[in-house]
C-alpha cells in the first residue's frame, strides 16, 4: 500500500513536530513537505508560506494556528485536497469558512484528536442523560502555563456534549463576582494554567449525596498526533463534507 502523503501546516509547534515524529515512525504515512512562518530545517522540504508548496498529497493536517483558516482553506480547495484541522480558538467567521469548504473538500476538524476524549464525550452525554437535572455539572481542566486559549477547546467540547442533554443549559466560566446560589441550568467551566501539565479534563456530576467524576488525562502530544494520523487515514478518498473525529473512532 503507498503512504499517505501529508502536507503538515505549523510543523514546529508542539503538536505539528508530534504528527512529524509519528508519520517518520510509522508505515503508511509520510511528510512531504511542512509549512511554517517562523521557517526551520526539518527532514522533508519546509516552506514558510502555503503558497510556495509545490509538492502534491493526499492530506493536509493543520496544527498552526486558527488565524491561518482563510489562506489553508483556500489552498486546500484549490487543490481538493482534504483537511485535517487540529488547531483551536476558531471565531464564529471563521468556523463558517470551514463549513462552507467541506462543501467542496472533505474536512475533518476536532477541538481534541485524542481517542480517548472522543470516547469520553460518548461517556458524558450518556452520563448527563441517565443522571438527569438533579446533577449538577461542572467541568475542570488543566493544561500547562503557555496555553494561550482558556478554557480549552476540549473544555468546551465537554460542556456542549452535556447541552446537547440539557440545551437549556448556560455555561458559566466565574464565579468570583457572582454572589448567588448556583442555578439549575448553569454548567462550570473552571481552567487551570500550570508548568508542563499536557491536558487534563473532568467531568463532575454533583448529585445529593454522590458524585460522580469522569475523567481523561494525557501522558503526552503523542497520543493527540496519533488521533492527527487516524483521522487523515480516514478523510483520505471521502466525499466532501464536514467530518469530525467522532466520524474517525466510529469506524
Known sequence: MDK?????????????????RA??????????????PRGGEEGFPTY???SDVTEDADVLIDASHHSATADLLAFASSRRTPVV????GHTEDEIDMIKKASGSIPILKSRNMSVGINVLLDLVRRAAAALGDEYDAEIVEAHHRKKLDAPSGTALMLADAVKDVRPCAEYIYSRNERRQERGDR????????????????????AGDDEVITISHSAGSRDLFASGALRAASFLVGREPGYYTMADAVSE
Open 186 to 205: 448553569e454548567i462550570g467551566i473552571h481552567s487551570i494554567r500550570g508548568g508542563t501539565i499536557v491536558g487534563e479534563h473532568s467531568v463532575i456530576f
Open 4 to 20: 499517505i502523503r501529508i502536507i503538515l501546516s505549523g510543523y514546529r509547534g508542539r503538536l505539528g513536530s508530534a504528527v512529524a
Open 48 to 50: 514558510s508560506s502555503l
Open 85 to 88: 484541522i487540529c488547531t483551536t
Open 23 to 36: 508519520a517518520e515512525e510509522r508505515d503508511g504515512f509520510a511528510v512531504v513537505c511542512g509549512v511554517d
